[in-house]
Every structure is written in C-alpha cells, then in structure tokens.
C-alpha cells in the first residue's frame, strides 16, 4: 500500500507537471493556463449536475424499496471526479471527465463492484446465513 501511495504522489504529479510544460511549450503559457481554468470549471458544473441526478436516483430507489447500491457507487465516483477535476493537469482532468460521464461511470461501477465482492465474499459459498421464525 505505501508503495502505490507513493507512486501515486510522486509519479501522478510529474507525470502532470511534464505534460503541461510540453503543452506550454506548443501553444503557449496563456492557453495551457486557460485551458485548466476552463476544465476546473466545467468539471465543476458537470459534477453538480451529475451530482443532483444522482441524488434524485437515490431517493428513487429508496421510495421503491431497493437498495440504491448503484446511485451510492456513483455518488462516490463523481465525488472523487470533482477532487481529481480541481487537481490541475491533463491525466488527472482526463480521469474525472470519464468518470463523470454516465456510459464511463458505468465501466467504472461494474470493476468497483466486482472488487468489493470479490473482496467481501464468505470464505465459504456453499454455506447459506438464513434468519428464520416459527409462525403458530
């Protein structure tokens, strides 16, 4: 875990800082600037409005009865798109458009949550946890 901690803390930014240095150097200082103001803001509005539409999906499965494991999973998705949106660079603007567009989400979701169960199954399946009563 420290090893990816690490990595991810000193490889990401560099990675980041080198790309914009090479895009600073093709079509400037100004537009390079411009474009991470202009990603950090429609970042921002996109997660707001994917944010709200997942909202109402919540209330909608929890008014249905159903467990809104999928509206949860997005809610969680879009969070971290909008910290990775307000990172300036490339890798890290790239990351969270993906993840907030629905169809990107989705792929994202599926591998989420094929880790958690994965991660969280019995260690035996053939064993079945039941509650049960008697009724007179």
Do not use: H
Not at 42 to 57: K, P, T
Not at 87 to 96: E, S
């Amino acid at each position: 875990m420290f090893l990816r901690l690490l990595l991810l803390f000193t490889i990401v930014p560099l990675a980041e800082l080198y790309l914009l240095v090479k895009l600073g150097s093709v079509v400037g200082v100004v537009p390079t600037v411009a474009l991470v103001i202009l990603t950090g803001v429609l970042g921002a509005w996109l997660a707001r409005v994917q944010g709200l539409s997942v909202v109402q999906r919540l209330g909608e499965d929890l008014a249905e009865g159903r467990l809104p494991t999928d509206a949860l999973i997005d809610g969680l998705l879009i969070l971290v798109a909008g910290a990775v949106l307000l990172t300036p660079g490339l890798l890290t603007d790239a990351m969270g458009f993906v993840l907030l567009i629905p169809q990107g989400r989705a792929v994202v979701r599926k591998v989420v949550a094929a880790r958690f169960t994965r991660r969280f199954q019995p260690a035996n399946p053939d064993v079945i946890d039941v509650e049960w009563r008697r009724e007179n």
